[in-house]
Nanobody, 124 residues
Framework: QVQLVESGGGLVQAGGSLRLSCAAS????????MGWFRQAPGKEREFVAA????????AYADFVKGRLTISRDNAKNSVYLQINSLKSEDTAVYYC?????????????????WGQGTQVTVSS
């Protein structure tokens, strides 16, 4: 079983950038495909990005529009989410998640393991 811990969130001005990290322990991430999701207050959890750790194939939500990049570092057993040109609507708790069946889907219910989340707040 894998444990996930997110970090890198914070308060940032609109137009700025953040790099979120998701560190795994307990098992190597090569067993999983990984996803990032976010949840804003009063809204449902939504898909942000996913990456296949075997092929490197990535998938992004439509709203990303080139502002976000998901990546991995197998040596560090970590996954990252680079967010550029931050907007107020990006304010949310960001979660990383692991899918043991390696589907890299946009559906939160396909992911078995979740971190505790990291808060991103964008001020306008």
């Amino acid at each position: 079983q894998v444990q996930l811990v997110e970090s890198g969130g914070g308060l940032v001005q609109a137009g700025g950038s953040l790099r979120l990290s998701c560190a795994a322990s307990g098992r190597t991430l090569s067993y999983y495909d990984m996803g990032w999701f976010r949840q804003a207050p009063g809204k449902e959890r939504e898909f942000v990005a996913a990456i296949s750790l075997s092929s490197g194939r990535t998938a992004y939500a439509d709203f990303v529009k080139g502002r976000l990049t998901i990546s991995r570092d197998n040596a560090k057993n970590s996954v990252y989410l680079q967010i550029n040109s931050l907007k107020s609507e990006d304010t949310a708790v960001y979660y990383c998640a692991a899918d043991k069946d390696r589907r890299a889907t946009p559906f939160w219910y396909d992911y078995e393991y979740w971190g505790q989340g990291t808060q991103v707040t964008v001020s306008s």
